[in-house]
């Protein structure tokens, strides 16, 4: 016997609870991952060699998972959504055992670039699955839920990457993914039953084509500018040139393809164009201040690498309350404009507090300013999603959670690469007027320093260092505080269209806004 998804009011399901549970292990397994290779990679190189090429183990990722993120909504909403899904778990799961049994840093990088390829997936699908099966009224709490497994992955990431790197070696930080994935594969391949599609159109392979080149371009002109090359070098500018010519293309060919990969049309929908404009400055701020909060504290509060991760609680355990919260209210009350003018608002003040610290700032006094941020945070990060889905008809839900994930994937790019350069820019002049020619020295390959490097300065180079971190994370929030101002203009102007509590036909509501139907899901 087939079972309906019931509406706010009823019951779920107890098999849709198993596969919300399999949805939870995919996404810890994509936010996991970075995570835990990123302690490892020290032992990595110590046993692998390849010190020249160690960023391209990251870059490898991340570029594969944001060419590839458009493409996994477009073929779950062309092909069905579960397909789609579990051929990104197996291609994950594939590339993890790979890296684990790699011989040399340039068969890590390729078995990276394959887990990239199906951590892709794995976010969209889980975003496009819960927008199927849960209609929106009812989807705040689960969202919210969502957001609490990216705040943990965060926290214990580092955590349990140092103690499987520890005690079973760097090979297990990959090889941990086999028994989770399997889990989550069999959980949703037993649960989960969506109805079958079979589009007559084919993919449309020249927009794949452009978008991946645009977005490859871009992601490495962010991840090279200013480290690997000079923002002005000819490398740079060609990378520009190919992946603003690549987009413009892309645009032009999407209106007219038989089936876009990324259907215009839902920016029309004012509330899906906000979405996307505050995904990507919500992305751009979380990522900059998760890089900059750990090297201050280290070098200027005198953390450890493992507590300079536990004092992110504060901000993270903020993000994860209020995401709870916001997701319950919108649940019960069907109102969420709220959320991002007060997210937009909190997350001003939390910058700016935080671009007040300087070398005597306390950790209490530095917690509470993360906290604050991390309540603007939590207003935003899901609620961002949700709005977008209820914006698009059923048939785009693919392809809007993957373009909102999309847009976040390249704000956090943007962030880590504009406020690591003003960063960088900043502790290398405040080096240069304390510490002279030796203050150059010391950062002239790199602005940042690890704790051993650190302990080995002269006290007046070591001191000067503190107040040149201090200056550059100030310059960094300032800029965070910036950027974040049109976050709240945009919250202005979102319409506060109803969320539906169960399935009905779509129907315009008032402004034009799309109210898309909530999906039929056979579970057993």
């Given at each position: 016997?087939?079972?309906?998804?019931?509406?706010?009011?009823?019951?779920?399901?107890?098999?849709?609870?198993?596969?919300?549970?399999?949805?939870?292990?995919?996404?810890?397994?994509?936010?996991?991952?970075?995570?835990?290779?990123?302690?490892?990679?020290?032992?990595?190189?110590?046993?692998?060699?390849?010190?020249?090429?160690?960023?391209?183990?990251?870059?490898?990722?991340?570029?594969?998972?944001?060419?590839?993120?458009?493409?996994?909504?477009?073929?779950?909403?062309?092909?069905?959504?579960?397909?789609?899904?579990?051929?990104?778990?197996?291609?994950?799961?594939?590339?993890?055992?790979?890296?684990?049994?790699?011989?040399?840093?340039?068969?890590?990088?390729?078995?990276?670039?394959?887990?990239?390829?199906?951590?892709?997936?794995?976010?969209?699908?889980?975003?496009?699955?819960?927008?199927?099966?849960?209609?929106?009224?009812?989807?705040?709490?689960?969202?919210?839920?969502?957001?609490?497994?990216?705040?943990?992955?965060?926290?214990?990431?580092?955590?349990?990457?140092?103690?499987?790197?520890?005690?079973?070696?760097?090979?297990?930080?990959?090889?941990?993914?086999?028994?989770?994935?399997?889990?989550?594969?069999?959980?949703?391949?037993?649960?989960?039953?969506?109805?079958?599609?079979?589009?007559?159109?084919?993919?449309?392979?020249?927009?794949?084509?452009?978008?991946?080149?645009?977005?490859?371009?871009?992601?490495?002109?962010?991840?090279?500018?200013?480290?690997?090359?000079?923002?002005?070098?000819?490398?740079?500018?060609?990378?520009?040139?190919?992946?603003?010519?690549?987009?413009?293309?892309?645009?032009?060919?999407?209106?007219?393809?038989?089936?876009?990969?990324?259907?215009?049309?839902?920016?029309?929908?004012?509330?899906?164009?906000?979405?996307?404009?505050?995904?990507?400055?919500?992305?751009?701020?979380?990522?900059?201040?998760?890089?900059?909060?750990?090297?201050?504290?280290?070098?200027?509060?005198?953390?450890?690498?493992?507590?300079?991760?536990?004092?992110?609680?504060?901000?993270?355990?903020?993000?994860?309350?209020?995401?709870?919260?916001?997701?319950?209210?919108t649940t019960n009350s069907g109102r969420y404009k709220i959320f991002p003018i007060a997210g937009g608002a909190l997350m001003i003040v939390g910058l700016y507090l935080l671009s007040l610290?300087?070398?005597?700032?306390?950790?209490?006094?530095?917690?509470?300013?993360?906290?604050?941020?991390?309540?603007?945070?939590?207003?935003?990060?899901?609620?961002?999603?949700?709005?977008?889905?209820?914006?698009?008809?059923?048939?785009?839900?693919?392809?809007?959670?993957?373009?909102?994930?999309?847009?976040?994937?390249?704000?956090?790019?943007?962030?880590?690469?504009?406020?690591?350069?003003?960063?960088?820019?900043?502790?290398?002049?405040?080096?240069?007027?304390?510490?002279?020619?030796?203050?150059?020295?010391?950062?002239?390959?790199?602005?940042?320093?690890?704790?051993?490097?650190?302990?080995?300065?002269?006290?007046?180079?070591?001191?000067?260092?503190?107040?040149?971190?201090?200056?550059?994370?100030?310059?960094?929030?300032?800029?965070?505080?910036?950027?974040?101002?049109?976050?709240?203009?945009?919250?202005?102007?979102?319409?506060?269209?109803?969320?539906?509590?169960?399935?009905?036909?779509?129907?315009?509501?008032?402004?034009?806004?799309?109210?898309?139907?909530?999906?039929?899901?056979?579970?057993?």
């Amino acid at each position: 016997m087939a079972d309906t998804v019931e509406s706010v009011e009823g019951k779920k399901p107890r098999s849709v609870r198993v596969v919300l549970l399999a949805l939870m292990i995919a996404m810890m397994l994509a936010m996991l991952d970075n995570m835990i290779v990123g302690t490892a990679m020290p032992t990595i190189v110590g046993e692998l060699g390849g010190l020249e090429h160690l960023s391209w183990v990251v870059t490898g990722y991340t570029l594969a998972t944001a060419a590839s993120t458009p493409i996994w909504g477009k073929v779950g909403d062309m092909y069905g959504r579960k397909g789609a899904f579990l051929s990104s778990i197996v291609i994950f799961l594939i590339g993890s055992a790979l890296s684990g049994m790699a011989q040399n840093m340039g068969e890590l990088i390729g078995f990276r670039a394959v887990q990239g390829l199906g951590a892709g997936g794995l976010m969209v699908g889980v975003m496009a699955i819960i927008g199927d099966l849960i209609p929106p009224r009812e989807r705040g709490k689960y969202t919210g839920m969502m957001a609490g497994v990216m705040a943990l992955a965060m926290i214990g990431g580092p955590l349990v990457g140092g103690t499987i790197t520890d005690n079973w070696g760097w090979r297990w930080s990959f090889y941990i993914n086999l028994p989770l994935g399997a889990v989550a594969l069999v959980l949703v391949s037993a649960v989960l039953h969506l109805p079958k599609k079979r589009a007559k159109a084919r993919i449309d392979f020249l927009g794949v084509a452009l978008l991946t080149v645009g977005i490859t371009s871009i992601v490495l002109v962010t991840t090279w500018g200013g480290t690997e090359y000079a923002w002005t070098s000819a490398r740079i500018m060609e990378l520009t040139g190919i992946g603003v010519a690549s987009l413009v293309g892309f645009v032009f060919w999407q209106t007219r393809a038989a089936e876009p990969v990324v259907p215009l049309h839902m920016f029309r929908s004012r509330n899906f164009t906000l979405m996307s404009v505050i995904g990507f400055i919500t992305g751009f701020v979380m990522f900059g201040a998760t890089l900059f909060l750990p090297l201050y504290q280290q070098a200027v509060q005198g953390a450890s690498a493992t507590n300079s991760g536990l004092l992110l609680l504060p901000m993270l355990g903020a993000m994860l309350v209020t995401s709870m919260v916001a997701g319950r209210v919108t649940t019960n009350s069907g109102r969420y404009k709220i959320f991002p003018i007060a997210g937009g608002a909190l997350m001003i003040v939390g910058l700016y507090l935080l671009s007040l610290m300087d070398t005597d700032t306390t950790r209490f006094t530095s917690g509470v300013y993360m906290a604050v941020l991390g309540l603007g945070m939590g207003c935003l990060m899901q609620t961002t999603m949700l709005v977008a889905q209820n914006s698009v008809e059923m048939k785009d839900m693919g392809v809007a959670s993957s373009s909102t994930t999309l847009v976040r994937t390249l704000g956090s790019s943007f962030g880590v690469a504009i406020m690591g350069a003003l960063f960088n820019h900043r502790v290398q002049d405040v080096m240069s007027e304390r510490a002279g020619t030796l203050g150059s020295k010391i950062t002239e390959q790199s602005a940042q320093l690890d704790a051993a490097s650190l302990a080995k300065l002269p006290a007046v180079a070591r001191e000067a260092y503190q107040h040149a971190v201090s200056g550059g994370t100030h310059s960094a929030f300032v800029l965070g505080a910036a950027v974040a101002i049109p976050v709240l203009i945009a919250a202005f102007f979102v319409k506060e269209v109803p969320l539906r509590s169960g399935p009905q036909k779509p129907a315009p509501a008032e402004g034009g806004e799309d109210v898309a139907p909530a999906a039929v899901i056979e579970t057993v």
